[in-house]
């Protein structure tokens, strides 16, 4: 019988020694993809899978698992996938390999988005694999934050990757805070009120001791185990968005910090943030930072106008973070067998 241990906590209890064992190139690549399986996505949908070929690991976006009521454009949905590249990368540099990503040009959704290529190194990118052994420790955490300013070895290691990154890495300005709490409960608010919206997000939610391999368990929105196989009928039946809006308010109000990817809304600069948003999490986690998402005034077209000019930025608002001290989440959200992503040719 398939148990919450497999899903939950299996994926990520990687034993990085056994890639040693390994016989072939095959088995090394699948190896790598374990990690990068354990990128963050939106609602967990975990919208990619992969082909093996001779120069790496061909990227595809999965859009059966598109999200679009919220997610209309898929350009979280190829966040997340960018996401996954930068695991996969990290996972290289870790085991000896040194990587690029070729882009696939056109705007068919079929092909593979990238290619990773993977040549052995005995050079590997150092910025990269000091990354590593935060792919297995990250966690969204949406629990409140305890208020702390961000310590300043965290933020010069934040502040460096902005400096890496100064097209797609934003803090915003303090005195912008009220202000976007304000937009993210609005967001809360238009979005829970749409019976779709309800729906799409009831489909993802799962109870904390679940089968599923996908979704988010409920226990991470801070709902008790107990109340957590109610959650998703909850949600897909009453209209949550005014509570929801006052605690996303006070969240973004009261946190230390709040940072913004942004980008254009094309394919390759979406698959290139999400990679950037990935270096992003994996950074604040080695930092001993916490962060969750805020992307509501993003996803609702007439705040993301509101949200733009606050951001400062030649490029449109992509993806909104709240950053500061909190207790680690313990729990993983579950993850799809490896096996089940890789498609052969
Ligand atoms: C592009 C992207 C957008 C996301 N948007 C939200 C969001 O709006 N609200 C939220 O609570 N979590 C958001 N998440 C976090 C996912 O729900 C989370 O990554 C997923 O449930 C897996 O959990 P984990 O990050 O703890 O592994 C987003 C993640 C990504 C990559």
């Known amino acids: 019988m398939t148990t919450e241990r497999n899903h939950r906590s299996e994926p990520w209890a990687i034993d990085d020694s056994e890639f040693y064992e390994l016989v072939n190139r095959r088995e090394e690549m699948e190896f790598l ?15 990619w899978t992969f082909t093996i070929v001779p120069e790496g690991i061909e990227v595809f976006a999965d859009y059966t698992r598109s999200l679009p009521h919220v997610d209309g454009d898929s350009r979280e949905l190829l966040m997340s996938v960018g996401a996954a590249i930068m695991n996969l990368r990290i996972a290289a540099a870790h085991f000896g390999f040194e990587s690029a990503v070729l882009y696939h040009g056109s705007a068919y959704q079929t092909p ?19 990354l590593f052994p935060a792919i297995l ?22 502040c ?10 934003r803090f915003l300005l303090p005195q912008t805070r009220m202000r976007i ?16 919206v309800r729906e799409e997000l009831a489909d ?12 988010i368990c409920a226990d991470a929105f801070g709902i008790p185990d107990l109340l957590t196989p109610v959650a998703a009928s909850l949600i897909r039946k009453v209209d949550l968005g005014g509570m929801q809006a006052r605690r996303d308010a006070q969240l973004v109000g009261t946190t230390p910090l709040l940072m913004m990817i942004t980008a254009e809304d094309d394919q390759r600069s979406l698959l290139e943030a999400g990679q950037v948003l990935e270096r992003l999490l ?18 609702v077209t007439t ?43």
């Open 33 to 47: 993809l374990r990690y990068a399986v354990l990128a963050p996505s939106s609602h967990n949908t975990q919208p």
């Open 112 to 130: 593979p988005v990238a290619l990773v290529t993977l040549k052995e190194t005995c050079d590997p990118d150092l910025e990269l694999s000091r």
């Open 137 to 158: 420790t990250r966690r969204t955490n949406r629990r409140p934050f305890d208020g702390e300013p961000v310590g300043p070895k965290a933020l010069a290691s934040l």
């Open 160 to 169: 460096d990757l902005a400096d890496d990154h100064p097209d797609s890495v």
């Open 181 to 196: 709490a304000e937009l993210v409960a609005q967001g809360d608010r238009l979005q829970m009120e749409n019976r779709a």
């Open 204 to 215: 993802w939610v799962r109870p904390a001791r679940t089968n599923a391999s996908d979704g």
């Open 282 to 299: 994996l950074t604040a986690t080695l930092a001993g930072l916490q962060y969750s998402f805020m992307n509501q005034p993003v996803q």
């Open 303 to 345: 705040l993301r106008a509101l949200l733009t000019p606050l951001v400062r930025s030649p490029h449109p608002p992509q993806l909104l973070i709240r950053i500061g001290y909190a207790p680690p989440v313990a729990r993983a959200m579950p993850r799809r067998n490896v096996r089940d992503v890789i498609q052969t040719r």
